[in-house]
């Protein structure tokens, strides 16, 4: 990490100062810390759509969530229900690194989110629709909330920014990851001061038919690394950081959760939809050069981990060819509780792992009965355990090859190399 130590080559510090988070199992930054801690499980039968005809019907919806305190200056009327999502996420985390709308408007600023499905949850209600109406199929609502870049924009509209970029990245599963590793290049090249990043996505009807269809989705819960696991749940929500560099953040005696420290990212196009596992170990060793870190100083996977057959086997082996058979540290899905939130799921994923340096514990992957020996790892099983985390790597795979890694640090102070 020699890039760290104030050389005249020094790139500049990055830090997380606030984060806010809608899950299936909390609601903020305190909900969410006790639903991770507790191995609270947000799995229930669906309410979004009708699953008659499908053998299961579970996922992981946010239920009874009311954006009202959160979203102050922007008809609800005029986000669909991933942007609600993202914006209160938004409000929650500027609010959470102790910021007013006006301390963020009167510095550069980036607006970054990924995301799968966009405001796909919007046309399950088109799906019957006399399509011979034309245009009157299509409610003007609709229109004009459809479009995917409301997940940043309105974020922008929300905080009223106006030296601002905003972004949607569109990167499928590791959509999450890889805004804020673009919000890391923004504030290390000091294109931006500040940055507004992460993921959000809902629970649709496209996406649980493409999984259904592929034998993926789970019958009851997500059992990631489990010999009987049968698949994932479809999940939603959204998790936005704020990240912004260190000296800012000493400078206004912000509370710091953690370090960013590096990503790695890959494309490959190997496969539509199957994991490679050289892509994986490449991403991998991506990230940690990036961070200045080396295997052995990685104290917690968090995985990509969705229960499924394929994933589980090839994202353990890409790691065991990385840290070595004996050496793999825990390795956790937090998918066991939230379900695959899609383009969310590695940026909740990433507030957790903040959370999980700050308060010094490992969140439980649940509903765990017998470790498949094909993918063994330490997935701390059912129950939160204590752990001094120094460094943290947040595994994010994708459709396409689109892997994504990012790598979290504790904050030791000014001297930390």
Request: net charge negative.
């Amino acid at each position: 990490m020699d890039a760290t130590n104030g050389g005249p080559e020094a790139v500049p510090r990055v830090v997380i100062t606030g984060i806010g988070v809608v899950t299936s199992i909390g609601i903020g930054v305190r909900a969410f810390t006790f639903g991770l801690r507790e191995g609270r499980s947000g799995a229930r039968p669906i309410t979004a759509f009708d699953t008659t005809g499908f053998a299961h019907g579970n996922a992981c919806e946010v239920v009874d969530f009311d954006p009202a305190p959160w979203i102050r200056h922007t008809p609800l009327d005029d986000l669909g229900r991933a942007s609600t999502f993202s914006v209160a996420a938004a409000r929650m985390a500027a609010q959470d690194a102790g910021l007013v709308d006006e301390q963020i408007r009167q510095r550069r600023s980036l607006v970054s989110v990924g995301t799968t499905d966009g405001e796909s949850r919007d046309l399950d209600g088109l799906v019957a629709l006399d399509l011979e109406k034309g245009p009157e199929a299509f409610p003007p609502a609709v229109a004009r909330r459809y479009p995917a870049d409301r997940l940043s924009s309105g974020i922008v509209r929300e905080l009223r920014l106006e030296d601002v970029e905003a972004i949607t990245i569109a990167t499928a599963c590791a959509a999450g990851n890889y805004a804020i590793g673009y919000g890391l290049d923004a504030l290390r090249s000091g294109a931006v001061d500040i940055a507004l990043c992460g993921g959000a996505d809902a629970v649709c009807l496209k996406t649980f038919v493409g999984f259904y269809r592929l034998g993926t989705i789970a019958p009851d819960v997500c059992r990631p690394f489990d010999l009987n696991r049968q698949g994932l749940l479809t999940g939603e929500g959204a998790a936005i950081l704020v990240l912004e560099r260190l000296e800012s953040a000493l400078a206004r005696g912000a509370n710091i959760y953690a370090e960013v420290l590096g990503y790695g990212l890959a494309c490959d196009a190997l496969h539509p939809v199957a994991p490679d596992q050289s892509s994986i170990v490449r991403t991998i060793e991506a990230a940690h050069l990036d961070a200045g870190v080396s295997p052995d100083q990685v104290d917690l996977i968090s995985a990509h981990g969705t229960g499924t057959r394929a994933n589980d086997v090839t994202e353990v082996a890409a790691i065991r060819d990385v840290f070595g058979e004996d050496a793999m540290p825990p390795t956790i899905s937090i998918k066991s509780l939230i379900g695959h939130s899609m383009g969310a799921a590695s940026a909740i994923a990433a507030a957790a792992c903040a959370i999980a340096i700050t308060e010094g514990f490992i969140p439980p992957t649940i509903n765990h009965e017998q470790t498949d020996p094909e993918c063994a790892v330490d997935c701390v099983p059912n129950h939160a355990r204590a752990a001094d985390l120094r460094i943290v790597q947040n595994n994010a795979l994708a459709f396409g090859g689109n892997n994504a890694v990012l790598i979290l640090g504790k904050h030791l102070g000014p001297q930390q190399a």
